[in-house]
């Protein structure tokens, strides 16, 4: 057994940290990491790991497996003890890729499924971190793939007939030695019905029997594992658990305990397959019970301590009140501690000499690094000392509240972001059911809006501005009359992350658009491959940075822009021919504009999955 049943990730990890503590290089684990948010977000959880533990490591990205077999020379490095293949390896013979030494340990975390039956049961030295499927779904497969590859009983009649064979083979040979030639009557098939007909003729008939209907038997079975095998191929790909998941279980059962940080990137990377439909609501229902209970284990209802040692929640003199969340949330959860890497501050710009926070054009704020109140408000200072440094004069205690929140999401890509009227047009969730791209489309939109209780200035204002009466209306009135504009679903549970009084809360849905529109930023063409992995690494530092984080959320809704135009484009100009299984549309010359500054989109806005 070569697969790592769930309850027992530690022990690939072991084998990784022993190969590692076996030479003093200073680099000994290749990762290859598919480039996909989910890929990602285990990455930065992994990294966390490896870094406790001291161990040198190389990323690589990688896009196919060429890119693999091209990085396999480093491979080659004797001082290379193990590799890691996030997203990546297990639907491939990873042999056919890498050329595996004795002294190699490969660690694959892949949620794409089929897992190829090679890495799961053939080579000790490849350990397949297993989500239960293969555990509790695949003995069947696993006995009939032993018997198909390691001939288990399959040839047991032929052993004891070996000796017989040799010998007539030596005689065959000696006869066609003083012919001189050899026969020309049906060459070795002849042989071969000659020696059958030998070995019949010396056996009991009834043995005989008994012997050919075994090896019928042997055949059947044979057969039919052949086609249990096939069947497990062709049932067609589909996801298992996220690689970001797998990873923070890993974590977790090394001792490692879960951070908001991890937490809120396994959130990330397990939203992602929703998001991109790699799996379904039921399949997604589970993940958010499983991410609910972790999001709990780290936040708590009460705030940071004051400075005096009481807390926010317990004064109640007026001056110091709880920060709450918006009402539409069921509960409330603060951040006791600071997260382990603290996000930068957002890259203001600058208007009329004054810094316009992005998310929030509206509000006029200042560089956090400057604001001295602020800064002590974070330390815990009275109110009055923080009030007296002139530019900050809240009567409220300044926590820097970091937490994960679970509350109801709508499919309305990056709502936080812009206007309602905008995430609703743009979203290829509502084009594709009221037809937006036609005149009738568009007035269904506007009535859906008006029967919602909005105004269409209301509609179009940024959605942060809109009132929490209205907001709350928002959710519940699209769960009643979703249905008729054949949008029943179009509510589901999601987290969302409070990064400060300062900024935007960002849901982790919102979040995976950032990183995938900072990954398609790496794909464009013309572009080396070094500056094609800058995506890649770009991404990896929204995770962590609220700079990079801006600029993914604003690639984001540019990608919305382009996809949902492009789409109508073509439907307008009738590029869209309908064949016998499927629809084809050439894109050609029908390139738009979808970007803020105009520009066209340029064919790498296509390799987008979403």
């Known amino acids: 057994m070569v697969y790592i049943p769930a309850s027992r990730y530690e022990e690939a990890y072991q084998k990784i940290l022993a190969g590692a503590h076996q030479t003093n290089h200073t680099t000994t684990l290749l990762v290859f990491a598919s480039i996909d948010a989910d890929s990602i977000c285990g990455l930065r959880i992994l990294t966390s790991l490896l870094k406790r533990d001291s161990i040198g490591h190389k990323v690589i990205p990688v896009t196919n497996y060429q890119d693999i077999q091209a990085a396999s020379a480093q491979v080659e490095n004797r001082q290379i003890k193990s590799l890691v293949f996030l997203n990546c390896g297990g639907q491939v013979d990873i042999q056919d890729l890498v050329q595996l030494r004795d002294d190699l340990v490969v660690m694959i975390v892949d949620s794409h499924r089929p897992f190829n039956l090679y890495n799961i049961y053939w080579n000790e030295q490849v350990l397949c971190l297993d989500d239960g499927d293969v555990e509790s ?75 050919q209907r075994r090896r019928a038997r042997k055949r059947d079975e044979r057969a039919q594992n052949q086609s249990l095998i096939q069947a497990y191929y062709t049932q067609g790909s589909y996801h298992g658990q996220s690689c970001a998941i797998s990873t923070l279980v890993l974590c977790e059962q090394l001792g490692l305990p879960p951070t908001p940080d991890h937490v809120w990137w396994a959130t990330i990377g397990a939203t992602s397959q929703y998001v991109l439909q790699h799996i379904d609501a039921d399949g997604y229902a ?89 800064a002590a408000g974070l330390n815990g200072s009275s109110v009055a000392s923080v009030a007296s440094m002139g530019r900050l004069t809240s009567t409220r205690l300044i926590d820097q509240q970091m937490e994960i929140i679970e509350c109801g999401e709508l499919k309305f ?66 769960a009643d009359i979703g249905a008729d504009y054949d949008m029943s679903d179009s509510t589901y549970r999601g987290f969302v992350r409070n990064y400060g009084w300062r900024k935007s809360n960002i849901s982790a849905s919102d979040m995976v658009l950032a990183l995938l529109a900072l990954l398609l930023h790496g794909r464009e063409p013309h572009k ?43 439907l307008e100009r009738q590029a869209v021919k309908t064949l016998r299984a499927f629809r084809l549309a050439m894109l050609g010359d029908l390139e738009v504009s979808g970007t803020a500054d105009g520009n066209n989109s340029g064919p790498a806005a296509f390799s987008s999955p979403f």
């Open 286 to 374: 589970v993940v958010v019970t499983k991410m609910r209970d972790l999001v709990r284990r780290v936040s708590s209802a009460t705030t940071r301590p004051a400075a005096n040692g009481s807390t926010a929640a317990s004064k109640s003199n007026g001056h110091l009140d709880v920060l709450r969340t918006d009402s539409e949330h069921a509960s409330v959860y603060s951040s006791q501690m600071p997260l382990d890497s603290q996000l930068e501050n957002s890259a203001d710009s600058a208007t009329n000499g004054k810094n316009i926070d992005v998310f929030n054009p509206y509000l006029e704020i200042i560089d956090e690094i400057d604001d001295e109140g602020y």
């Open 413 to 478: 890509p990056l709502l936080r972001h812009w206007s309602l009227s905008e995430a609703m047009r743009f979203s290829p969730y509502v084009a594709t059911r009221l037809a937006t791209w036609s005149s009738k489309g568009r007035a269904r939109l506007d009535l859906l809006l008006a029967k919602l209780g909005l105004s269409k200035a209301e509609a179009q204002a940024p959605f942060l501005h809109l009132a929490p009466d209205l907001k709350q209306q928002l959710y519940r009135k699209m």
């Open 528 to 570: 080396t491959s070094d500056v094609a992995r800058g995506g890649f690494y770009a991404a990896y530092d929204a995770l962590a940075q609220y700079e990079t984080l801006h600029k993914g959320i604003s690639g984001a809704l540019d990608l919305q822009r382009i996809v949902v135009g492009q789409g109508v484009a073509m």
């Open 137 to 211: 779904k695949m003995g069947e497969l696993q006995q009939a793939f032993e018997d198909v590859e390691f001939g288990s009983d399959v040839n047991e009649d032929s052993d004891n007939e070996d000796k017989e064979d040799k010998e007539e083979e030596d005689d065959d040979e000696y006869d066609e030695e003083q012919t001189g030639t050899k026969r020309q009557n049906g060459g070795e098939d002849s042989i071969q019905t000659r020696k059958k007909r030998r070995r019949a003729a010396d056996m009991d008939p009834d043995e005989f029997i008994q012997m």
